[in-house]
Antibody, heavy 122, light 107 residues
Framework: EVQLVESGGVVVQPGGSLRLSCAAS????????MHWVRQAPGKGLEWVSL????????YYADSVKGRFTISRDNSKNSLYLQMNSLRGEDTAFYYC???????????????WGQGTLVTVSS | DIQMTQSPSTLSASVGDRVTITCRAS??????LAWYQQKPGKAPKLLIY???NLESGVPLRFRGSGSGTQFTLTISSLQPDDFATYYC?????????FGQGTKVEIK
């Protein structure tokens, strides 16, 4: 059974930093591209970042480019999101998601984690 | 970036009704489109991928159609478990834009 478990969400002050983690199990992690998606409370879904299955390619939404860094450790079946220079508008539930097709970045999101809440507030 | 526009934003319907949600892309995305269902406090769940392929385990009352820039999600006979928010999403490029969502409410 595919499982994605996010962690690391806390309350952080504006300008602060945070690293989110996503622990994956139930599939061959190193064969799948992974994404981060966020959702502000009561709002819609916003794509944040993508990392290819081998970690060689990364992409970001304009809203986080230059502040967030996606990475993965295939030896630990883990995905990460380093978040720097945090702003109030970064307050959201952050979900990691696994694509449906192996060794392809151009695929739908087949599985989602349960999400972790990041609150940026003084 | 490709923009995705869903309509309506809110839909009031009764159990047994046929429901249609529309999603329009700002440029052609072929059939690189997925539909997700989200219930309050839960993560989104995949319903349809590649515009018309039903995800395993999803009831047959859900149907996706369309290509290019116009897509629809149809629920043939609305069930109590279907009251939720639905999102479309393209994956034609790396920036995976979502529609703004359609909330299906009980009439």
């Amino acid at each position: 059974e595919v499982q994605l478990v996010e962690s690391g969400g806390v309350v952080v002050q504006p300008g602060g930093s945070l690293r989110l983690s996503c622990a994956a199990s139930g599939f061959t992690f190193h064969d799948y591209a992974m994404h981060w998606v966020r959702q502000a409370p009561g709002k819609g879904l916003e794509w944040v970042s993508l990392i290819s299955w081998d970690g060689t390619s990364t992409y970001y939404a304009d809203s986080v480019k230059g502040r967030f860094t996606i990475s993965r450790d295939n030896s630990k079946n883990s995905l990460y999101l380093q978040m720097n220079s945090l702003r109030g508008e970064d307050t959201a539930f952050y979900y990691c998601a696994k694509v449906g097709a192996a060794r392809s970045s151009w695929s739908h999101f087949a599985y989602w984690g349960q999400g972790t809440l990041v609150t940026v507030s003084s | 970036d490709i923009q995705m526009t869903q309509s309506p934003s809110t839909l009031s319907a009764s159990v047994g009704d046929r429901v249609t949600i529309t999603c329009r892309a700002s440029q052609s995305i072929n059939t690189w489109l997925a539909w997700y269902q989200q219930k309050p406090g839960k993560a989104p769940k995949l319903l349809i991928y590649d515009a018309s392929n039903l995800e395993s385990g999803v009831p047959l009352r859900f149907r996706g159609s369309g290509s290019g820039t116009q897509f629809t999600l149809t629920i043939s006979s609305l069930q109590p478990d279907d009251f939720a928010t639905y999102y479309c999403q393209h994956y034609h490029s790396y920036s995976r834009t979502f529609g703004q969502g359609t909330k299906v409410e009980i009439k």
